[in-house]
Structures are given as C-alpha cells and as structure tokens.
C-alpha cells in the first residue's frame, strides 16, 4: 500500500510549489526516488490539466557517465536537456541516493568541466521555469543526521508538509528590511565580515523553490565583501565532504581558502573566475532543522542559520556574478553552536539565532511551529 504521505507531499508541490495550470507541461526528475512517489506525482501533474514528462536517474549510472566526461558529451548533454527545458512551464526534480558520496572518485577536472558547460540548462530551469527541487529520504540521510530511519522519515515528511503559506507570511518584514538594507555586519567565533546588500534586494523562500524551505536570501554588493568567515557545518559539494571551512576575503574576492581538504576546495574555487565571488547571502530559520546533515537542501534553513554563497548570482537578487559553483556555506549561530550576531546599518537584527525585531520576532522557531 502506498503511503498516504506521498500523495499529500505530491499534491503540495504541484499545486502550491508549482503552482502547476492547465495545459502545462511538467517535467518530474526522478533520481533514485520509489516508483511509487513518481506514480503520484504523475497523477497529481494530471489531475491540475497538465501533461507529465518523466526522467528516472541513478546515481551510480551518473556517476559512471562523468568518470570519463569530455566536451564533445558535455556538450551534447547540455543541447538535449536544454531543448527539452524549454519546452516545459515546470519541473520537479526529487534527489534520492543510497551514498551521497558517491560521486567522491570523479576527478574534479570531469566535474568542473560538467558543471560548466551544462550551466545554461539549470540558469533556464531557474530563471524560466516553475521549479521546486528537493530530496528523499534515504537511510544515509538518516545515518547523517544521526537518526533511526523511521525518525528520519517522520521528520522528512513534517518538515516537507508544514504551513508554508503561515511561512510566508511571517517572512515579509524580512524579505522588506532585506530590501532596504545597505551595511551587514556578521560576527561569531573566527568570523568577522562586512559587505553590502545595497540595491540588490531580497527574496523570500516559502516552499514554492526548495523543500524543505524557510530563508530570505539576498547577495553582496560583488566587490564589498571584507573580513573573514569561519563556517562550523560541514558540507558536501561534488561528493567531497569538508569540515571548519574558513575563508578570507578582500574586495570581494576570496584570496584564502581552508579547509580540512585545502587542495580539493581550492581546486574547486579556481572552477572560473566568478567561483571565488559570492552569489548569495541568506538567512534560515526553518524550526524542525535544527542540526547538520550534510545535506543542503535541509542545512541551508537550520533555525539561527546564515549560508554564504561563493559563485553564481541568482537573477532575482543579482550582483552580476557568473560561475558555474553556487555553493551554500552554513554558519549556525545558535548558542549551543558558538552564538554570534547579525547586523543591518547597525542594527542588530539576530542575536544567538535569535531575531530581536519584534516585527521579526514570528521567525523565531517557537512561534513558527
């Protein structure tokens, strides 16, 4: 018997995340995700008028496929999928895998080379489509998050169904004094950074581009950036994990990069010249994400969380940065994890993952949940 969590999760994400219309046409990516749930969704898709468009992925196949990748593949990869983007008014891509390290032994040349030349098909998917991306859970994410698969799954399926729309309306005052701001000051142990948001301007995120959700997200001014960053979450990017990533900034630009594996972030950050400008600056506050995963879509909105983003700009909040790396960088500032303070033209916006605004005050995670 199917659970009956699939069809409430299928019929959120195609019916408020999509916000899919009649005569649409949705493309569903389905990497390493039960058959079941893609059955679900293909139903919901039909039930809104709209016409589903199907891709069942592996990882362990994609893996195989980037081992050897060359331009001539590349190219011919992105063509194929570009074309088909294009024809599609939505997309639904669902991330299951057994290993998220499983493309760890793919040299990084392959995967650079990759994620370059494929980039014009996620900037259209982005910036042309209706999307939502988001996981499944999988016993190594459970195992990640230091939780009983069945936990796992019961905390997966609140925190991928809750009030989003209550969300949102709590995150107004953010996304208008996000807006407006133009000096932000961030502080914690090891870090001590400034820049400006002036004229960028912000975005909320309510559960209609990433599930899970719940941040507001803007960018630096590219050049601004100044001062140093210590991130106490470990992340995974390109199958490679890494721990207590410090990086230094100076006119913007990152001119020192450490790490637990210097050589693998640094070979990294030197992908193209945009990949070592930031791209994003976010606020999270997601109240059932409360510890690391190694997971993005669910660390980047860890309650009392900031990421910072070195590489490609988003079209919404855009200051003009190009990379084919987009790479959020969390920094949890919640007392038990160190503490530290958040501020916007010096005033102090959130203390120890605290929001101290009273009109920012229903972000805190009490009044959230």
């Excluded at 219309?21 to 969704?41: A, N």
């Excluded at 998917?125 to 195992?143: D, E, F, G």
Aim: glycine share 6%.
């Amino acid at each position: 018997m199917t659970d009956p969590r699939y069809k409430k999760l299928a019929r959120l994400l195609v019916e408020y995340s999509t916000e899919l219309r009649k005569g649409d046409r949705m493309l569903l990516d389905m990497i390493d995700v039960p058959d079941e749930f893609t059955i679900e969704l293909i139903r919901a898709t039909r039930a809104a008028g709209a016409t589903p468009l199907v891709e069942v992925r592996h990882t362990r196949v994609s893996r195989e496929l980037l081992r050897e990748m060359n331009d001539r593949h590349a190219v011919l990869v992105r063509d194929l999928e570009l074309s088909r983007m294009k024809k599609v008014q939505a997309y639904i891509a669902i991330r299951g895998s057994e290993n998220a390290s499983e493309n760890s032994d793919v040299p990084g040349h392959r995967m650079a080379l990759y994620s370059r030349i494929t980039r014009p098909v996620l900037d259209w998917r982005i910036n042309k489509t209706r999307w939502c991306v988001l996981r499944w859970p999988t016993p190594s994410m459970a195992q990640a998050a230091g939780m009983s698969t069945e936990a796992f799954e019961d905390l997966y399926f609140d925190v991928c169904t809750m009030d989003y729309a209550r969300m949102a309306r709590a995150m107004v005052p953010l996304e208008r004094r996000m807006k407006r701001a133009d000096a932000v000051r961030l502080k914690a142990p090891g870090t001590d950074l400034r820049f400006s948001i002036k004229g960028i301007g912000a975005k909320m995120c309510k559960g209609d581009r990433n599930i899970p959700d719940g941040e507001v997200f803007s960018c630096p001014v590219k050049n601004s950036v100044t001062g140093v960053i210590q991130f106490n979450t470990p992340t995974i990017y390109s199958g490679t994990k890494f721990e207590n990533v410090r990086l230094e900034f100076k006119d913007g630009k990152i001119i020192n990069a450490t790490a637990n594996n210097p050589k693998r972030l640094n070979e990294i950050l030197n992908t193209d010249a945009g990949a070592r400008y930031v791209g994003e600056f976010s606020l999270g506050f997601n109240p059932y994400i409360l510890s690391p995963m190694c997971d993005i879509l669910f660390d980047e909105k860890i309650a009392g969380s900031l990421h910072f983003t070195p590489g490609q700009a988003y079209e919404e909040c855009d200051n003009g940065n190009r990379s084919a790396v987009h790479w959020d960088m969390v920094l949890i500032q919640r007392k038990e994890w160190g503490g530290g303070e958040v501020w916007f033209d010096d005033e102090l916006i959130r203390k120890d993952g605290t929001f101290i605004p009273k009109d920012l005050k229903p972000l805190n995670p009490s009044n959230l949940k």
